[in-house]
């Protein structure tokens, strides 16, 4: 009985995942594949893929948001062996950033390189995009 009773007060002490901490260590980890040997490769072929289509949902967001924020924003995700995003997330999370991560994530995106652990989780490979609008 004292053991179950243990193991649940550790379970109810633990300390809540901040949120913030996380989105900053994928950040962190899309800065550092990105800058790997695996990153430029992958970011001219990432590019060469979303330039238009992104200013194009970017622009109609902007619109459907109207007047929209137009502060800085950084997108995360994790690019899955398939191409497809997942984790897509954005912050902070204004209406702007929560409509490009939606968009973002139907997006198939070039298959990407292995890049090597602890940078990875799994079989993804994390990105990040700051973006900034210019009126």
């Known amino acids: 009985m ?3 009773l243990a193991i649940a007060l550790q379970l109810t002490t633990a300390a809540p995942v901040n949120t913030d901490d996380a989105f900053a260590a994928r950040v962190t980890r899309g ?16 590019w060469g893929k979303l330039t238009d ?28 062996s398939d191409g497809k995003p997942s984790g897509v997330a954005a912050e902070p999370a204004i209406p702007v950033a929560k409509c490009l991560t939606g968009w973002f994530a139907t997006m198939t995106l070039p298959v990407p390189p292995s890049a090597p652990p602890p940078l990875t989780q799994g079989a993804s490979y994390p990105i990040e995009i700051d973006v900034s609008i210019a009126p």
């Open 2 to 4: 004292s053991i179950i």
């Open 31 to 46: 800065k550092l594949v990105e800058t790997g040997p695996t990153g430029p490769a992958y970011q001219k072929a990432l």
């Open 53 to 80: 289509p992104m200013t194009i949902a970017l622009k109609a967001c902007l619109a459907h948001n109207a007047p929209a924020d137009t502060k800085p924003f950084t997108l995360v995700a994790d690019v899955q």
